[in-house]
């Protein structure tokens, strides 16, 4: 296995926003704390207030968690988090099925790498990589199925709400559907192993803890789900205000405007109540309009307030002040994710202001781009290089044809254009009427010559239709769906080629800090 690393800005469309981040663009940098450096956060490190209680109430909390869901939690990392100089490195993501596409894996793996890289600094502070499950999300469309082999596996279910709280009813069909994919070899045993034993648990969140479990191990990595009542109790202050007060919306808005008149564009819209509250089966937007509703029911602040007191638990934050509500219960320092995060998270410093919590520095997560050992091959026998793979497919064919040197007829047209010229002012100078008719009869030619060559370029691509199919098979892989492969493709496509190790190379190649693509060629 080849980790081979190129500059993200070459090969990645990346959004205008995250592009200004990295460079430290001054339209952007007032939104966040720029673009990070061991130095700078390590500096947040020193800087950084985490009350004890919050801490004791976290650990605490962990642990039920983990016994809850029926794993053993890594002690001595839970008896580091109660340690005042330590501090999480913290990426969240959905619950996605047997882990989604391959960003979910990079996500954590990055964490882990950026935690392990502070941890090296020897200055006296202890980094733990920390993944924050979604498990209150309710948009169970986004997390139901995986990609893999030209095939969407779904997991069909009418259940609703928080997606953590799912029973996992009909996923059994789902790996069947798997284990029939797979060849019959040990690695793939052993992976159908890990995902059976997690998809046995009681529900959705404690599969997915389950599955990380098993991919990353213990020795690491720290696994939370914000959906329990004693950190939602921490929370409270946040969760008044929210209802009692309401001034969240217009800190984003008006952060948002102030994007915009950047030309650069807002990623989420606040709204008047950034809430929603969590029964069995639902997760219902609170919203407000003079008056609370949720769902079809009205509700008075005072009886909002009293449910908050009786159960913070059912208070579920949304796209705007979950970022808070992680920075709030956590000692952390940084967070990473991907392109579209990032751009988001640059409308809520204000919110961070108003609600006194730590802004934590921006990390981007690593991307990876694998290619298999049939599209290196495919590559070889075509003579593509890597940097070629970030170029369209046309560029390439063209290039092709450039190089065979007998379809391009530019010269000639030039030539031919040239030629009318001269002829429409000879033309011209015997009989000025001879002008426009000259001129259409030499664009009735250019417009022959140029038919003459689309027929010839559809020839070529005839001739080399056997190139052309093994150029799109490469594609396929790497651009499945025309979207980047780590946004598509689940993990199961590879197991077989996989080396055991996978996961600790990954981590071991990873540097968040460097903005690279890793090109990882299996042998």
Known sequence: MIFEKFPIKNTLGLSSIVEQFLQNHEDVHRLTHGAPTPDQILLLAAQKQFDHSKREVLVQALSRQYEKDGIAANQKLLDMLALPNSFTITTGHQLCLATGPLYFIYKIASAIALARKLNDEANGNNFIPVYWMASEDHDFEEINHFHLFNKKLIWNTDQRGAVGEMSLSGLDQVLEELHSLFRDS????????????AYRSNNLAAATRCLVHEIFGQEELLIVDGNDVEL????????????????????????????????????????????FFLEKGSRERIKFDGQFTIGNKSYSEIELVKLLND??????????????????????????????????????????????????ALVLRDSALILSPGTIKKMNKLGLVITDLFKSQKEIIDAWME?????????QKADLIKLFDDVTAKAA?????????????????????ENIEKKMTKAFKTREEQKINQLEKIW????????????????????????????EKLIANFNPLQAELKVISLN
């Open 186 to 197: 040990e690695k793939a045993k052993r992976w159908m192993d890990k995902l059976s034993n």
């Open 232 to 275: 939602k109790k921490l929370f409270y202050p946040v969760l008044l205000s929210e209802i009692s007060e309401r001034k969240s919306e217009a800190i984003v808005t008006e952060t948002s405007q102030y994007l915009e008149s950047k030309g650069l564009k807002a990623q989420v819209t606040p709204r008047e109540v950034n809430l």
């Open 311 to 360: 159960h913070p638990e059912k208070y579920s934050p949304n796209v705007i002040l979950r970022p808070v509500y992680q920075e709030f219960i956590l000692p952390n320092i940084a967070y990473i994710g991907g392109p579209g995060e990032l751009a988001y998270w640059h409308q809520l410093k204000g919110v961070f202001e108003l609600y006194q919590t730590n802004f934590p």
């Open 403 to 411: 190089a065979d040197g007998l379809v391009d007829l530019t010269c």
């Open 429 to 449: 100078s015997v009989d000025a009427t001879l002008h426009g008719f000259v001129q259409a009869e030499g664009k009735r030619q250019l417009n022959a010559l």
């Open 476 to 503: 396929s892989e790497v651009y499945p769906d025309h979207q980047p492969q780590e946004r598509f493709t689940n993990l199961s496509q590879y197991i077989d080629e996989l080396p055991e190790d996978f996961i």
